[in-house]
């Protein structure tokens, strides 16, 4: 071999050698799919936690159809996305669940008929019944639900010197094995220890006289993007409603036991890639240990966090 095809061949190892180095640091991307940034391990939402006294008169007092969930206390559509719920002036006792073709316990208003008590699920399509849908079993005549007019029931969800107390309260939703997000107040560290979702023990009126602070409200609004598939779970024993939006996904309200209720977001008219907030209202209103889990897959982002200007200092 001349020494010319030596150099030649020399030349073209070095290129190859180099082109070699390149990719090791610099690897191509043309044709990859870029993975997804990961979910992230906890999303902290920020409420308002509100503290009333045991004299209130929509708190300790028993429905005149006796204890129980009940539907229909506040309407299945807000004035504007974020606003307050109000009270309707009152409700129907749930005497069956309404499930989806899951077996999952559901709002009764998605599960209606046109003829619904209470209305059917909204005022297009999207929001009505689906196969596989039970209907709940309501009981045809309204009650007065322990609230004793709109006027108190704003007081569950505002500030009012004299009346209430509030205060800011994380919520963190831990990122769990399936890739769901789970807030429970057996499990977080906070609360674990006290036997039940106690956010103001000893705090703002106190626990007057009693082992726990058990009369309090509880508030947040997050917003997130809307993709197919998202979900939102509720269990517990407090009133609670839940809206998507200005429609109502999450409705369980009354002085009741431990229920679970779902929404499936893909229920309620939503567009793909569009933002909304997620409103979400829970009172405590009665003496039982107070149990709060939520479970979502939402990535929840920014929190519409109100000035706490009744707090105790």
């Not at 999207?126 to 006027?151: E, I, Q, Y």
């Not at 939703?173 to 560290?189: E, M, R, S, Y």
């Amino acid at each position: 071999m001349n020494s010319r095809n030596k150099a030649a061949i020399f030349f073209v190892a070095v290129i190859i050698g180099a082109g070699i180095g390149m990719a090791m640091f610099f690897p191509a991307t043309r044709g990859q799919t870029i993975a997804a940034e990961p979910m992230r391990p906890t999303i902290h939402v920020t409420g308002i936690v509100r503290d009333f006294h045991a004299a209130h008169p929509d708190f300790d007092v028993v429905p005149a159809a006796g204890a129980g969930h009940y539907a229909g206390m506040v309407p299945l559509r807000l004035e504007a996305p974020g606003a307050d719920p109000t009270f309707t002036g009152g409700g129907h006792k749930v005497l069956t669940s309404a499930t989806d073709a899951q077996g999952r316990t559901i709002a009764p208003h998605l599960a209606a008929g046109a003829t619904s008590t209470i209305g059917a699920g909204g005022d297009d399509a999207c929001t009505g019944r689906r196969a596989g849908d039970h209907t709940a079993t309501l009981d045809p005549n309204p009650s007065p639900v322990a609230v004793t007019s709109p006027g108190s029931f704003d007081e569950w969800l505002n500030d009012v010197p004299g009346t209430n107390l509030s205060a800011a309260l994380d919520i963190p939703l831990v990122q769990q094995a399936g890739g769901t997000f789970v807030f429970d107040n057996d499990i977080d560290p906070r609360f674990a220890d006290l036997g039940g979702f106690y956010p103001i023990d000893d705090q703002l009126f106190g626990n007057e006289g009693n082992p726990h602070n058990l009369h309090f409200t509880l508030h947040f609004s997050a917003r997130f993007t809307y993709q197919q598939g998202q979900f939102l779970t509720y269990v517990g024993n407090s009133d609670v409603w839940a809206y998507v939006g200005d429609r109502l996904g999450i409705d369980a309200g009354g002085i009741h036991g431990s229920l679970d209720q779902r929404i499936d977001l893909d229920r309620l008219c939503l567009q793909p890639g569009a933002q909304y907030w997620l409103s979400f209202s829970l009172a405590h209103r009665d003496s039982p240990v107070p149990q709060l889990r939520i479970e979502t897959n939402i990535e929840f982002g920014a929190t519409n966090l109100a000035s706490v200007t009744n707090k105790d200092d």
